[in-house]
């Protein structure tokens, strides 16, 4: 054997290693979530055998289908929106070259560096002055606009070809038309990579919506699934039922990356790299 | 001139009509908070009563002499350090070991990537399973080789321990993904005429591949700081800040202080103290990009 070949070896052998350690959390998770309850102290490591019924009990015991329901509607709401007033305000700072469009875009721009925990006690106290704590339109109201989204928006807008853009003013196309006919077309992978990112995000997120919403039935995932966890933690942890909801609340993401795998992986690398 | 007049008035509505929907919000949920924040900053309001009293500079006197606060902001630093640089070079390892070779590339970033988007308070959970005191493997390894389990939670060190172990698993997924496609974007061409030159290992490192992908490795610090700053959801499901507050972190502690406590006054005059940090952070990083990046 030559060297090269015991040297690719030893690297596939440590990539191998980095994998399981990277996956391990997951397959540990699946394990637990099929192990009845008192095995979980059993000291082996594999389940005696599958057991699925911790899946049903997610089910039938908690509200998960519910929470899972909340977190997806809220979410494609949430990206319908920040998507939308993204296109259009970075449409303005793309074209505009007037002092106060671009007074606008520094404001914006002073506010993306700011930590959004800043905004937490005021928004909560706006929010409950108008009764809309604990709600999900009070969530999503809070939601509505993404920073980020404008700046991703507005630097892949700046790529769309000046003669494209003649063209269609030569043809006498409008702000709208301009919009809905060159912009939105010629960067629709852009925006499917930022419908994506917005979607993974708003499920992921967890510190903002779990001061809002509070009552179990306007729950979403991440805030439903504490609430599991933390409410058994005085009896002795239920760790294969956590662990089966667990399991199920990455569904959505094992779907997306079953459809979309490269996708997902292509967008979120250079989203971070084209800054 | 006339026209010309009306086109920019017009423009000017246009502008206006498609930016409001952005501007609105903004000013409702952005600006008009922040400003509030600092105002509350300087009051003893406790979110429950409907009137409070100026008390000047006292909330930010009394954060600064808290001995409370010095422990969070050094168990801030701690977590910050530590969760910051390990992650950026496991993710360079990672990343030169895939430029390697050819294979299954695709399934080694894909399995990485999956701890990075993963919802952090299901990342946790699983992690207080995997570190429990009875059931969790770490401790069934240690009995398994003879040894006395941990209590890892239980402990101020092995509790900020695991915090950071979880954290860096998270971080390492993006390390591993952006550093993995920047190498594969390095021109071929440059690093052949290298190889020619006689510059391998080490030399090749330092001299090539470094300074290329340095934009990215520049991103991965800054994005990780002031992630780690923020942390929040894994510290929450691990360990609530505890035992004794050994992780407890700033926005940790603002969270206590502004939805426990519901000492608004303080509070913010924290949410304050951090919104200079993480400005300080941003400046740092405009600076080092624009010394090492000018063009």
Request: proline share 4%; aromatic share 14%.
């Amino acid at each position: 054997m030559s060297l090269a070949k015991v040297k690719t070896g030893i690297r596939y052998a440590m990539l191998a290693l980095i994998s399981a350690l990277m996956v391990f959390p997951f397959i540990w998770m699946f394990l637990i979530s099929i192990k009845p309850k008192n095995e979980i102290y059993s000291g082996s490591i594999l389940p005696s055998a599958f057991h699925f019924e911790n899946y049903l009990r997610v089910f039938t015991d908690t509200k998960m289908l519910l929470y899972l329901w909340n977190s997806i509607y809220v979410s494609l709401i949430i990206i319908a929106f920040q998507i939308i007033t993204a296109i259009f305000a970075a449409y303005v700072f793309t074209v505009m070259r007037k002092k106060w469009v671009q007074f606008c875009f520094v404001l914006i721009l002073a506010t993306y560096m700011l930590p959004s925990a800043v905004t937490y006690i005021p928004s909560f106290i706006l929010l409950s002055k108008v009764n809309l704590l604990d709600t999900h339109t009070g969530y999503i109201l809070s939601e509505f606009i993404s920073i980020f989204a404008i700046f991703f928006l507005r630097q892949s807008f700046m790529q769309v070809p000046k003669d494209v853009i003649d063209a269609a003013k030569l043809d006498g196309a409008g702000h709208l038309r301009l919009i809905f006919t060159v912009y939105i077309p010629y960067c629709k992978n852009a925006i499917a990579s930022l419908v994506l990112i917005t979607f993974i995000y708003s499920y992921n997120n967890y510190m903002w919506p779990s001061l809002l919403i509070k009552s179990e039935e306007n729950m979403f995932v991440t805030i439903g699934l504490r609430r599991l966890f933390m409410s058994q933690a005085g009896y002795g942890m239920d760790f294969p039922l956590a662990m089966a909801a667990c399991a199920i609340s990455l569904l959505p993401m094992l779907i997306l990356l079953a459809m979309a795998s490269k996708r997902i992986i292509h967008s979120m690398a250079n989203l971070y790299v084209n800054k | 001139m006339l026209t010309r007049i009306n086109k920019n008035g017009k423009d000017n509505l246009w502008s206006l009509a498609l930016l409001l929907p952005t501007l609105i919000p903004l000013v409702v949920f952005w600006i008009y908070p922040m400003i509030k924040t600092f105002h509350i900053s300087f009051t003893d309001w406790n979110y429950i009563s409907p009137d409070y009293n100026f008390v000047e500079l006292e909330n930010y006197k009394n954060l600064i002499t808290d001995s409370f606060f010095a422990k969070v902001l050094k168990n801030t630093l701690v977590f910050t350090f530590f969760t910051v640089v390990p992650p950026i070079l496991l993710g360079l390892y990672v990343a030169a070991l895939l430029n390697k070779i050819k294979a299954f590339r695709h399934f080694f970033v894909a399995t990485a990537f999956s701890s990075w988007i993963t919802p952090t308070v299901v990342v946790s959970m699983v992690w207080v399973s995997i570190f429990d005191n009875d059931s969790g493997i770490i401790n069934m390894i240690i009995k398994g080789i003879g040894l006395e389990p941990v209590k890892w939670l239980g402990g101020q060190t092995t509790a900020m321990i695991v915090v950071i172990i979880v954290t860096i698993w998270q971080y390492v997924g993006l390390a591993i993904l952006l550093l993995t496609s920047s190498l594969a974007k390095l021109d071929p061409e440059v690093e052949k005429a290298n190889a020619l030159d006689g510059g391998r290992g080490l030399r090749k490192l330092m001299k090539i591949t470094l300074p290329a992908i340095s934009p990215i490795l520049v991103f991965l610090f800054i994005f990780f700081t002031l992630n780690s700053l923020k942390a929040y959801d894994q510290i929450y499901i691990l360990t609530q800040g505890g035992p004794s507050g050994a992780t407890s972190t700033i926005l940790y502690y603002f969270y206590v202080l502004a939805f426990e406590f519901y000492e608004t006054g303080p509070a913010s005059a924290l949410a304050m103290i951090f919104l200079v940090i993480c400005l300080l952070i941003s400046a740092l990083n405009f600076a080092v990009s624009k010394i090492m990046f000018k063009k």
